[in-house]
């Protein structure tokens, strides 16, 4: 039988990178001279990884972004970003443990994120969690991204699991309804980057901290979602 998988989403859900996601848009908004965006701002932009931030934080202060200034942002974003890492950004608490818990209870696992891929293996290289996961696939690992059910079904492929036998963990809206439209259960954390409650989009459970993602919790969602 194939191995169980469980498949994280990255910013607000394995690593609280919200500090330095900030810093580095806040760079790159500075030299179009729009105001620096604040933690309320950066959960409602976050998601769609750095180009889509870039344009919301214009949208909201009403400032148009032609295609060469949108691209010389996400350049100047992304190489403050890459500098940077891993910045202040921590796995949250529990994750390590949560990660050795299924590991051992033999689960493959994988990560399903909106960042670009290599930011992504570069951060999760330098927090030394690299070698537990048998794939990382970022926005621009396949042609379509989260929430297309096929970037959470091809990362689930890709790390050797089938999707029958797959849970997602994830932060967001995007997350909750990705996992869904692939039929693949979902766990929310709630501490993650949210404007509004995760509770609201119906995950399949909501978790507080990485010590209540039980493998008891694990298993009853896989096998409630194969009736
Ligand atoms: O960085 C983003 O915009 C989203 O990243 P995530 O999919 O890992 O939450
Ligand atoms: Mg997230």
Redesign the pocket.
Known sequence: MTRPIIVF?????LVD?APD?LDSLNHSLAASELAAVDEAGFKRY?????R??IERAHAAQRRSLAVEEHDRLLKLFLDHYTDNIPGKSRPYPGVVEAIARFEKAGYLLAV????YEAN?VALIEALGLAKHFSAIAG?DTFAFR?PDPRHLTETIRLAGGDPHGALMV???Q??IDTAKAAGIPVVAVDF??TERHVREFEPSAVISHFDALTLDLAERLIAAAEG
Do not use: I
Not at 9 to 13: A, K, R, Y
Not at 46 to 50: E, F, I, S
Not at 112 to 115: F, I
């Open positions: 989403d990255l910013d607000g859900t990178t996601l976050v998601g769609h990884g750095g889509v931030m399903c994120t909106n960042k992504s926005q989260k994830g932060d967001s995007t997350d993650g980057y």
